[in-house]
């Protein structure tokens, strides 16, 4: 299965900043997917990338605040702008696997904390 | 509208202690279920993948089974190293997963 690199593995940041998350696949992969999972909840999807076309959001998750790149099969940014509090949160990236078998395999997240 | 619910929030058990974990699901369409376990500060791990009622999958102290409604992960005679939180989550005939919030698992010496 794939393996991701997912950076930075945690940040400190002011209210108002923001924050790029890059997640970095060892294979070419069609989507990438990114997660919000908040202190004592479960995940949550924010958004599917397709490379070279618009990323598509869930309900409740707008471009504005959640911009995601996605230049090359290998590679996304997410970028969480404009930050509050509220969005302290870990977020996860995630690629589908070979065949369902292997389920989707997901980077080690990025532990966001905004004071 | 798809859901999942986990139960129990959280379960404490002896080392050997043998248990269960509950997955329920409501989807229209289930494409596939999926067992995560994620240990603190990490992603997800993947675990089993089930496709259709009365399958079941092992890997070493864990099984997990499928119904129509429900999954279960039975531990048998776990040990601390199992000590993590248990995700389960469903695919419909889309490739979006919904999760369940997970049961925090404790295993004590």
């Known amino acids: 299965s794939a393996v991701i690199s997912q950076k930075p593995s945690r940040d400190i940041c002011q209210r108002g900043t923001s924050l790029t998350i890059q997640c970095q696949v060892d294979s070419q992969v069609t989507m990438m997917f990114w997660y919000r999972q908040q202190p004592g909840q479960s995940l949550t999807l924010i958004a599917t990338?397709?490379?070279?076309?618009?990323?598509?959001?869930e309900s409740g998750f707008v471009i504005d605040k959640f911009p995601i790149s996605r230049p090359n099969l290998t590679f996304s940014t997410l970028t969480v702008s404009n930050m509050s509090p509220e969005d302290s949160s870990i977020y996860l990236c995630?690629?589908?696997?070979?065949?369902?078998?292997?389920?989707?395999?997901f980077g080690s997240g990025t532990r966001l904390t905004v004071v | 509208e798809d859901q999942v619910t986990q139960s129990p929030e959280a379960l404490r058990l002896q080392e050997g202690e043998s248990s269960s974990l509950n997955c329920s699901y409501t989807v229209s369409g289930l494409r596939g279920l999926f067992w995560y376990r994620q240990d603190p500060g990490k992603g997800p791990e993947f675990l089993f993948t089930l496709y259709s009622a009365g399958e079941e999958k092992e890997k070493e102290r864990l099984k997990a089974t499928l119904t129509k409604k429900e999954s279960f992960l039975h531990i048998t005679a776990p040990k601390p190293e199992d000590s993590a939180t248990y995700l389960c989550a469903v695919q419909a005939y889309t490739d979006k997963l919904i999760f369940g919030t997970g049961t925090r698992l404790q295993v004590f010496p």
């Open positions: 990338a397709n490379q070279g076309s618009e990323a598509t959001y």
């Open positions: 995630s690629v589908a696997g070979d065949s369902i078998n292997y389920g989707y395999t």
